[in-house]
């Protein structure tokens, strides 16, 4: 797996209820404006072999993303609620198995090679369930196939790495929401080197994008 993408993209609608005042709806008071920087940030960070895993994403998003990977990737999406979608854009050979939504979980989208199983999440916060949610993402580890888990997991880098360490690696990518670590990429696959970092942006979302770089 060369590289990974995981970035919640930030559902307007929510911005626009809870957050009437901020500085993303006051940058971008057309939506179609901030969904052209979504996408071009995506493009700066995506080649041929990444997998991109998005959260709140609505359909005008999906459809810029169509627009510009269609010929290079699959786009696959699953609808939470609404108008908003989990996506995963990942190369052509790739092909969904799983989306669903779960006590644990806003959703999950889980897609394949056959050697790599991605699965693209936005956790619940641990508070609004009686799930243990980091126990739930161990059962989906496949032992035949290396496994990565990427998404705004609503938990704190240190709590993710005190509970999964040992059956997934857990690397640390910054504060990434309101100066918490809270999106993750953690994966159960052969020892490789890889870098984690952040990447930031400027009033397009509410979260970072964090990539996971494997040095094959």
């Known amino acids: 797996m060369p590289k990974l993408i995981s970035w ?6 929510y911005e626009e209820k809870f957050n009437p005042n901020s500085e993303i709806l006051a940058t971008y008071s057309r939506e179609e404006d901030r969904v052209a920087q979504i996408v071009s940030l995506l493009k ?9 895993c998005l959260q709140e994403v609505s359909t005008p998003v999906i459809l810029g993303l169509v627009k510009e990977f269609e010929k290079s990737h699959r786009i696959f999406s699953y609808n939470l609620r609404e108008d908003e979608h989990l996506v995963t854009i990942t190369p052509k050979e790739f092909k969904i198995e799983n989306g669903y939504s779960h006590d644990t979980s806003n959703g999950y989208l889980e897609v394949t090679n056959g ?3 991605v699965i693209n999440c936005h956790l619940l916060p641990q508070r609004y369930t009686k799930k243990n949610i980091l126990e739930y993402l ?9 496994t990565f888990i990427a998404g705004d997991f609503n938990e704190l880098h240190s709590k993710v790495k005190e509970k999964l360490q040992g059956k997934f690696t857990c690397p640390y990518y910054g504060r990434t929401y309101k100066h918490k670590a809270i999106d993750q ?22 979260h970072h994008m964090i990539l996971l770089d494997f040095q094959l």
């Open 138 to 146: 161990c059962k989906l580890r496949k032992t035949k196939r290396d």
């Open 8 to 13: 919640n993209v930030l559902y307007r609608a």
């Open 44 to 52: 700066e960070h995506i080649d041929p072999d990444t997998v991109a």
């Open 185 to 206: 990429i953690v994966f159960n696959a052969k020892p490789s080197e890889h870098t984690a970092q952040k990447i930031n942006q400027v009033h397009i979302s509410d």
């Open 115 to 117: 050697i790599y199983q």
